[in-house]
C-alpha cells in the first residue's frame, strides 16, 4: 500500500510515526501544510479549501488511499473529501470514537481538540451516533500548539497550568476516556495523565494505525517522503519533538493554492 | 490624508486606534490578513510575498500613505516596500526606535516580539546605528499572540507566568526601556509592567501616531474602512480586546493571493 498522509503542519507526524512502527511495509507520502498553519482557528470554508489542495496533490502522487492525519480537517472536511475521491479517505476520527466507545465504563467521554474540532461537534456526532446514551463533553485547546511551537516542554510548569485549566470542566464531569483529538496532543499525555491520571487518553494516530494494520502484511520495509509547504522557523525541532526522525524521510517543499 | 494602514491580522488594530485617536480628521482603511496569520513564525521569504500583497490591495485603494502596523512586517519587510512604492511607507519601528534611544538612562534597551523579528534584529541594526554604545537584548514572545486569540486574559495567572518568564532575561540584564516590537502586546503593558515596574514601555502604534500627527491638522472626523481576509472564529471579540470597537468602521472581507 501507499498511503498519502496530511496535516495541516507538523502535527500529523505523530500519526506517520505511528503508521510507519506498525506497517513499517507500506510507503507512505506525508503532506505538512506548514505555510498556512495553524487550520483549528480558521473558518470551516478556509478549511475545506485548504484540505482539498493538501489530498488534491497527494492523490496527484498516485497514493492508494488518504489519511487525514489532522482532526480539525477530519472534523470539518471528511465527508467532502470522501465525496470527491475514488479511493479511500481515511479520517483520525473513526478509529478513536470506536475505540472510546469501547472503552468507556460509565459513558462519559471527553474531547479535547482545536476551536473548530469543538465548533464541529463532530465527535459527539459519532459518538451518540454509536451509542446514544453516552455523554460527550468538550474543550477547545488552542494553546497546546503555540505551547510547542514556542519551544515551552510539554513538563514545563507552564504547560502543566495550561492543561489543568482546559481539563477543569472534563474532571468535574468525572469522564473516564479522553479523546486527544488533536495530532499534536498525544507529545501532552504524560502532562494531561499528571493532572488527571483517572481517564484513559486515546490516541487518535494509534488507533488508525491498529485498525489499518489489520488488513495488510508485509515484510519488507516501504519508503517514506515528507512534503511541506514551508520550512518553518523552527522545523527540525518541532519534527523532532513529534517523535518523528528528519533523516526517516527526505523533505522537500512544495507550493499550493 | 488618507492612510492604508495593515498587518498579518489584529493586532495593527491597536495601532489603527491610535491613529484615530490622535488624528480623527484622516481617513483610513485597514486590512489584517486574519486568514495567513500568523506571520512571526514564517520565513522572511512568505512574510514578504504576503506583505506585498497586503501593501498592493491597500495601494489600489487609492491611499496616500502606507502604514505597516505589524512589528515582524516592519522588520522583515519594510526596505522592499519601500523600494516599491511611490508613495510614503512607514514602518512601526522607526519612530519606537528614536523613542526608546532618547528614553534609556542607563543605554540598555528590551526588544520583545515574534520570532521572525528578533531573528531580524533589524531594531538592534536601527538602534545601534542611531547611538553606538547602545546595548540591546531582544527576546522572542510568541505565545503572547496566541494567549489572547485562546480567550486567557492578560491579567490571568497564565499570561503573567509567561511574561514573567519572556522578561526573565531582560530583568537580568538590567534594561529601562522596553520596545513593545508587535502590535499586539500593548495589550500586556499592564502584565508586563506588573512583573517588571522598573522600565519604561515603549508602544509602536502610539510612537508613530504621535510623530505622523506633528506634520497634519485638520478638524473634521475622517473615513474608517475594515478589510479582513477572513472573519475568524473569534474575530469580533479580538477585534474589541484590542481595544477597537468594530462599530467604528465598516467591516469587509476580501480575498488575496
Redo the contacts between chains.
Keep these: 500500500m501507499r498511503y498519502g498522509v496530511f496535516d495541516s503542519g507538523l502535527g500529523g507526524m505523530t500519526v506517520l510515526g505511528q503508521l510507519i512502527k506498525m506497517m513499517p511495509y507500506n510507503d507512505y507520502i506525508y503532506f505538512g501544510d506548514v505555510?498556512?498553519v495553524p487550520y483549528g482557528?480558521?473558518?470551516d470554508k478556509?478549511i475545506i479549501k485548504y484540505a482539498s489542495e493538501d489530498a488534491a496533490f497527494l492523490y496527484k502522487k498516485n497514493v492508494d488511499a488518504i489519511i487525514i492525519a489532522c482532526g480539525t480537517v477530519s472534523s470539518v472536511a471528511h465527508e467532502h473529501l470522501k465525496s470527491i475521491y475514488d479511493i479511500p479517505v481515511y479520517s483520525v476520527i473513526d478509529f478513536a470514537v470506536q475505540s472510546a466507545a469501547k472503552n468507556t465504563k460509565n459513558g462519559k467521554i471527553g474531547v479535547i481538540g482545536t476551536?473548530?474540532t469543538v465548533?464541529s461537534r463532530m465527535f459527539e456526532k459519532k459518538l451518540t451516533g454509536m451509542k446514544s446514551d453516552l455523554e460527550v463533553y468538550s474543550v477547545?485547546c488552542?494553546?497546546f500548539v503555540?505551547?510547542i511551537?514556542?519551544?515551552?516542554s510539554p513538563d514545563d510548569?507552564?504547560s502543566r497550568?495550561?492543561a489543568a485549566?482546559y481539563l477543569a470542566p472534563l474532571i468535574e464531569k468525572k469522564v473516564d476516556t479522553i479523546i486527544m483529538g488533536c495530532t499534536h496532543y498525544p507529545i501532552y499525555a504524560e502532562t494531561l495523565k499528571s493532572v488527571y491520571p483517572d481517564a484513559d487518553y486515546i490516541n487518535v494516530g494509534r488507533e488508525t494505525a491498529i485498525q489499518l494494520s489489520r488488513d495488510t502484511h508485509r515484510t519488507e520495509k516501504g519508503n517514506v517522503e515528507i512534503y511541506v509547504s514551508?520550512?518553518?522557523?523552527?522545523f527540525y525541532e518541532i519534527a523532532e519533538i513529534m517523535g518523528f526522525s528528519v533523516s526517516e524521510g527526505t523533505i522537500k517543499t512544495v507550493e499550493l493554492?
Tied chains: 1, 2.
Design positions: 505555510a498556512r482557528t480558521r473558518s478556509t476551536q473548530a465548533n477547545a488552542p494553546l503555540p505551547l511551537e514556542s519551544g515551552i510548569e507552564i497550568s495550561v485549566r514551508e520550512i518553518s522557523q523552527a493554492g
